[in-house]
């Protein structure tokens, strides 16, 4: 596609289910990246895919938070048993191997009731 | 871990004013990337630099690499209403386990001044 496509743009879940975010990377780039923005804040780095290499989840808060590529291409955040912490906006940004120009899709904002 | 440190956390501007903002590091980046956020949207990339010493333009703004590597400047000149918005600076961590994956400053904030 032409720009980093992310679904759902919202997302509503109760307290305790498990929720998944997808994210599909402009066509061709080998570099992936989940961020998670709190209202106001700034980008916290979550989870970085480059090409075959294994992934740097260095920013993963806690175990229930897992992610993967498929295919080297679109990929899934799952959050596991959410908490009302969790909410926020999760971001999505890919860019081509070797070039740390990152594009942005829209986020998903998810909130957690 | 490593942070990039953005100042101002906030500015109010008055059209045609000319605005400056910085970010700063305790280690040496190889590259300096500025994005600007607009309520409800993603960020978008406003200018890279990859040289020490790099003044890169894009419109109205312009963005320096600084000779240290350690920071990097962004200026606005003759500001006007649509610039409004948070404005963050990035670059790629190695070592210690990273691979390259993008860090961001907290934000500058550029709000209308009343």
């Known amino acids: 596609g032409a720009g980093v496509s992310q679904s759902p743009s919202n997302k509503v879940t109760e307290k305790g289910k498990d929720v998944e975010l997808r994210c599909d990377p402009i066509?061709?780039?080998?570099?992936l990246y989940w961020y998670r923005q709190s209202l106001g804040q700034g980008l916290e780095f979550l989870i970085y895919f480059q090409g075959n290499s294994a992934p740097d989840k260095s920013g993963l808060p806690s175990d229930r938070f897992s992610a993967e590529r498929t295919g080297g291409s679109v990929s899934t955040l799952t959050i596991q048993r959410t908490q009302q912490e969790d909410s926020a906006v999760y971001l999505c940004a890919s860019s081509w191997a070797g070039n740390t120009e990152a594009f942005f899709g829209q986020g998903t904002r998810l909130t957690v009731v | 871990g490593q942070q990039l440190n953005q100042s101002p956390q906030s500015m109010f501007i008055q059209e045609g004013e000319d605005v400056s903002m910085n970010c700063t590091s305790s280690?040496?980046?190889?590259?300096w990337l500025w994005y600007k956020q607009d309520p409800g949207e993603g960020p978008v990339l406003l200018i890279a630099?990859?040289?020490?010493?790099e003044l890169t333009s894009n419109g109205r703004l312009t963005a320096q690499f600084g000779i240290t590597r350690k920071d990097s400047f962004l200026n606005i000149s003759a500001s006007i209403p649509s610039d409004v918005g948070i404005y963050f600076c990035?670059?790629?961590?190695f070592g210690r386990g990273s691979q390259g994956n993008l860090i961001f400053g907290k934000g500058t904030k550029l709000s209308v001044k009343p």
């Open positions: 990035a670059g790629p961590l």
């Open positions: 280690s040496i980046f190889n590259t």
């Open positions: 630099l990859y040289k020490a010493g």
């Open positions: 066509s061709g780039h080998t570099a």
